[in-house]
């Protein structure tokens, strides 16, 4: 069974995370930026593929905190 690692966004829990460019155009390795609700930053949430619905269920459960 093929388990691959997906990066997703705190914000709005979709796998739309690049990484992200500083200003001066440099990449910066640790830090992502959304391209569906704008979030940049350095937390993101990474989870199994095959888990992808059941945490996005979770986390939008605990999302009233
Ligand atoms: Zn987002």
Do not use: Q, R
Not at 34 to 47: K, L, P, Q, V
């Amino acid at each position: 069974m093929k388990m691959a690692k997906i990066k997703i966004c705190p914000k709005c829990k979709e796998s739309k995370l690049k990484t992200a460019l500083n200003v001066s155009g440099w990449l910066a390795p640790n830090m992502y930026k959304c391209t569906n609700c704008g979030y940049m930053g350095y937390f993101y949430i990474e989870i199994d593929t095959e888990d992808l619905n059941m945490h996005k269920n979770d986390l939008k459960e605990n999302n009233n905190k």
